[in-house]
């Protein structure tokens, strides 16, 4: 299996900053993609961000230019750096991998199971 772990989150005033940390583990042979998706209340998961092991990124139109996604390929980790917090961008954050296993044939999405960000107004 591959269990990725979300640190991070926590309370934080308009303005400020978070940086969210996942870390993958498991019977990993390669990652490919890692990203971040959020989920508001009553709201659909949506992507913040993606970064592929070759350090091509893709975000979300609402977060440009405030988050910075980044990965460390030796260590299977990837940070959410977020500047500018809004309220709007309060949800649960969570890290997600496109992996694929030692002795599986297949590549396959794995979530973490979510870190709480809230931004205070």
């Known amino acids: 299996q591959v269990q990725l772990v979300e640190s991070g989150g926590g309370l934080v005033q308009a303005g400020g900053s978070l940086r969210l940390s996942c870390a993958a583990s498991g019977s990993i042979f390669s990652i490919n993609v890692m990203g971040w998706y959020r989920q508001a209340p009553g709201k659909q998961r949506e992507l913040v961000a993606t970064?592929?092991?070759?350090?091509?990124?893709n975000y979300a139109d609402s977060v440009k230019g405030r988050f910075t996604i980044s990965r460390d390929n030796a260590k299977n980790t990837v940070d959410l750096q977020m500047n500018s917090l809004k309220p709007e961008d309060t949800a649960v954050y969570y890290c997600k991998c496109y992996a694929r296993q030692l002795f599986r044939q297949g590549t396959f999405d794995y979530w973490g199971q979510g870190t709480q960000v809230t931004v205070s107004s």
């Open positions: 970064i592929t092991t070759g350090g091509s990124t």
